[in-house]
């Protein structure tokens, strides 16, 4: 008798102690069952920006959500979670949402640097303030302090269509901006992002073409040709494309060349180059057609002729149109 109590004496304390370590690592596995408000991600490119956006999604489920879910002005303080003071509207559920930005950026016209940032909102009936915290991994806005701060701006919601499941998305996109979007209930809160896409592609040309890709002719004219057509650093498109040139030299990068002198009324080194192109090319009609442009922008009608029409001799079928209008153009002025 004293054995088997002693043997389960023993079995309790084992029990007991494997009871005690499964709920240990029950605590410490967190395992993954499905949230009433899911986890969602949104990214959207804008010229060469990333912006993302994650958050979690309530649903409306019948209820009033603002002034009422979501209050107005900041929610009270819970004395038991956080800080305890009155804080602003996570903007999702759960955890931060955050928004996350790879480049420089503006907020409504105010300057933003690149990184992730805690993405909060106080509500008003007529005006909300979006703010940006350099706090991005606290839980919700409990912990809220005004001094992390990045950005605040204030926008004006829209009446919307009702959105059942809280959303962000992206409209209004361009090469340098885009207007973001919170759509929850009957309200759209929107905030317009720009970027500088022209000055962060130059930035990013400078970088790459001190690795891998500056080994290659391809790059450097790539690169020259992105300043030409954007208008900018135009200098700098000479030098780059004059590197091209050393690398290998060819009708597409001498060219291109011509173009950027020409971009920069320098008409006579521009004249010379697409000369020479004549000359070391002859069978090339682009260079033909190239002359011929550069000899029409500086009024000598005669001498474009001659080249559009050598150009229009040798050039493919879908060119062939093209040429022929700008010559009966130019016959018609001459």
């Known amino acids: 008798m004293s054995n088997k109590r002693k043997l389960s004496g023993g079995f309790v304390l084992v029990f007991a102690i494997l009871l005690t370590g499964l709920f240990a690592t029950q605590a410490l596995a967190q395992l993954q069952t499905p949230r009433v408000s899911p ?7 804008i010229g060469i920006t990333d912006v993302t956006i994650t958050y979690h999604r309530p649903g409306v489920k019948d209820r009033e959500i603002w002034g009422e879910l979501v209050p107005y002005g900041k929610a009270p303080g819970n004395p038991n979670f956080g800080s305890g003071n009155p804080h602003p509207w996570r903007a999702g559920a759960n955890e931060n949402t955050t928004i996350s930005f790879t480049h420089d950026v503006t907020i409504e016209g105010k300057p933003l640097a690149a990184g992730t940032y805690g993405l909060h909102m106080i ?7 979006v703010i940006f915290s350099n706090n991005s991994t ?9 001094s992390e701060d990045a950005l605040r701006v204030t926008v004006t919601p829209q009446e919307a269509e009702h959105q059942e499941w809280l959303r962000y998305g992206f409209e209004e996109l361009s090469g340098n901006s885009a207007v973001a979007f919170l759509h929850w ?16 592609v130059i930035n990013n040309f400078k970088n790459k073409l001190r690795s891998t890709p500056g080994f290659n002719w391809q790059s ?8 030409l057509q954007n208008n900018v650093h135009l200098d ?10 050393s690398m290998n030299e060819n009708a597409n990068n001498r060219n291109l060349l011509g173009y950027i002198l020409m971009a920069q009324d320098k008409k006579d080194d521009a004249l010379q180059v697409f000369q020479e192109n004549v000359e070391k090319y002859p069978d090339n009609w682009n260079v033909h057609d190239s002359m011929g442009e550069a000899y029409g922008k500086y009024g ?20 062939k149109s093209r040429i022929e209008g700008i010559l009966q153009k130019l016959e018609q002025e001459s």
């Open 300 to 319: 000598q009608k005669k001498k474009a002729i001659q080249y559009y029409k050598k150009a229009l001799s040798l050039a493919p079928q879908n060119q």
């Open 39 to 45: 986890y969602s991600s949104i990214t959207q490119r």
């Open 220 to 227: 450097w004219n790539q690169a020259a040709f992105y300043c």
């Open 138 to 146: 606290s839980w919700g806005s409990f912990f809220y302090d005004e």
């Open 185 to 200: 209930e009957n309200l759209k809160v929107p905030f317009k992002i720009g970027v500088n896409s022209t000055e962060i």
């Open 236 to 245: 700098l498109a000479e030098k780059w494309v004059k590197k091209s040139i």
């Open 123 to 129: 509500p008003g009936k007529t005006d909300w303030t």
